[in-house]
T-cell receptor, first 120, second 111 residues
Framework: GAVVSQHPSRVICKSGTSVKIECRSLDFQATTMFWYRQFPKQSLMLMATSNEGSKATYEQGVEKDKFLINHASLTLSTLTVTSAHPEDSSFYIC????????????????FGSGTRLTVV | LAKTTQPISMDSYEGQEVNITCSHNNIATNDYITWYQQFPSQGPRFIIQGYKTKVTNEVASLFIPADRKSSTLSLPRVSLSDTAVYYCLVGPGGGADGLTFGKGTHLIIQP
């Protein structure tokens, strides 16, 4: 089945520094990838939609200059949290639309394992 | 996208059948119903998807009445490892749009 690899799984950084998170589709090409953020005991919130070779589309309230997204190839999208602050500490999850899983009727959305970001 | 309503939490015991119902009164004709499972500190995982009537796979069944305004995820003989958050999503899919997650149902399975 479709696999999305996300790295790193956990990162701790100092306030003011930048952190890059990678999302790779291992066995399929993903024209579109998505980035979500999840705070403790809350649901996933879509941050942005990333299309290969073009600028990302950000959801309302998400600062595009703070959360830089690059989707330079059909298998890799990166999210860079710039000048991170403690309030950016969260669980970041990427997803790619790709092959349907068995039993799916429409496009399959495969999720990465997530990145726990802690800003100290 | 149609809004969904699920119970915030449910408790059950190992070996029991668990049914989680999701309401989606404004479901559109071209919408599918999809359920995801999420363990702590992991990304969601696809469980099952359906359009109408009943769908069954190796891990769950999905029951959808004729009016499609609700759906029920059925987990047979649950184990402790089924403790997770279960999300019901309704939408046409298509691959170009991100998903809108509701609050989900936190299922806790006890010994």
């Amino acid at each position: 089945g479709a696999v999305v690899s996300q790295h790193p799984s956990r990162v701790i950084c100092k306030s003011g520094t930048s952190v890059k998170i990678e999302c790779r589709s291992l066995d399929f090409q993903a024209t579109t990838m998505f980035w979500y953020r999840q705070f403790p005991k809350q649901s996933l919130m879509l941050m942005a939609t990333s299309n290969e070779g073009s600028k990302a589309t950000y959801e309302q309230g998400v600062e595009k200059d703070k959360f830089l997204i690059n989707h330079a190839s059909l298998t890799l999208s990166t999210l860079t949290v710039t000048s991170a602050h403690p309030e950016d500490s969260s669980f970041y999850i990427c997803s790619a639309s790709g092959p349907k899983a068995r039993g799916q009727y429409n496009y399959g959305y495969t999720f990465g394992s997530g990145t726990r970001l802690t800003v100290v | 996208l149609a809004k969904t309503t699920q119970p915030i939490s449910m408790d059950s015991y190992e070996g029991q059948e668990v049914n989680i119902t999701c309401s989606h009164n404004n479901i559109a004709t071209n919408d599918y119903i999809t359920w995801y499972q999420q363990f702590p500190s992991q990304g969601p995982r696809f469980i099952i998807q359906g359009y109408k009537t009943k769908v069954t796979n190796e891990v769950a069944s999905l029951f959808i009445p004729a009016d499609r305004k609700s759906s029920t995820l059925s987990l047979p003989r649950v184990s402790l490892s089924d403790t997770a958050v279960y999300y019901c999503l309704v939408g046409p899919g298509g691959g170009a749009d991100g998903l809108t997650f509701g609050k989900g149902t936190h299922l806790i399975i006890q010994p």
